[in-house]
């Protein structure tokens, strides 16, 4: 079973600082999508997903900067697949300057590559941006090349969630992260 701290020491500081597949025709990164059927849906604060069934929550805990934390990973051995949700109640920056930060902050924590961003409609959102990026990672002893996916969304009461994925890049698309992102609802 993959450590906690794994998946926790690759996603969180990145998620902190900023506080089927679903590109179709629009030609933006990430549209909202139906979950495949046999995924489980999980309340995360303000916002609601769905995941793989194996996936299992554990847990974590917010940063300086956020109010709520939620976690889920993947089931298995080897570097972490998951998603992290922060929630902060009263936003600092709006959803494309917490997507400006969160490259930022890939690039200078992991050196962030191949980085990819955009202003999205997202329903319920007031404003809503996503980035992607790949960094290679230490996990123990081996270096893994993974993939970072992020969704911000701005909400009507001055919150704000941060939703991210991470898995290795040789298995992101079988994984389902960029799905768990397409599944996110408001409200």
């Known amino acids: 079973m993959k450590s906690p701290r794994v998946l926790a020491l690759a996603i969180l500081p990145l998620v ?13 990164p990430l549209v909202p999508a139906d979950p495949p059927a046999g995924w489980e849906s999980h309340a995360m604060g303000p916002v609601t997903l769905a995941a793989p069934a194996d996936w299992e929550e554990f847990e974590t805990q917010p940063g300086d900067r956020a109010d709520e934390a939620f976690a889920l990973r993947a089931a298995g051995e080897g570097p972490g697949t998951g998603v992290h949700t922060s929630v902060t109640s009263q936003r600092t920056r709006d959803a494309a300057a ?3 930060n969160l ?11 191949d980085v990819e961003q955009a202003e999205l409609t997202w329903p319920g959102a007031e404003a809503a941006g996503w980035i992607g990026y790949r960094a290679t990672v230490t996990v123990g002893s081996e270096d893994v090349e993974m993939r970072y996916e992020y969704l911000v969304v701005d909400l009507e009461d001055d919150a704000q969630a ?13 994984s389902g992260a960029h799905d768990v992102l397409a599944s996110v609802t408001v409200g």
């Open 16 to 28: 902190l600082a900023a506080c089927g597949t679903s590109e179709a025709s629009t030609g933006a």
């Open 103 to 113: 490259g930022s902050v890939g690039d200078a924590s992991v050196g962030a590559e």
């Open 98 to 100: 917490a997507i400006e």
């Open 162 to 174: 941060i939703v991210a994925v991470v898995a290795p890049a040789d298995t992101f698309d079988e």
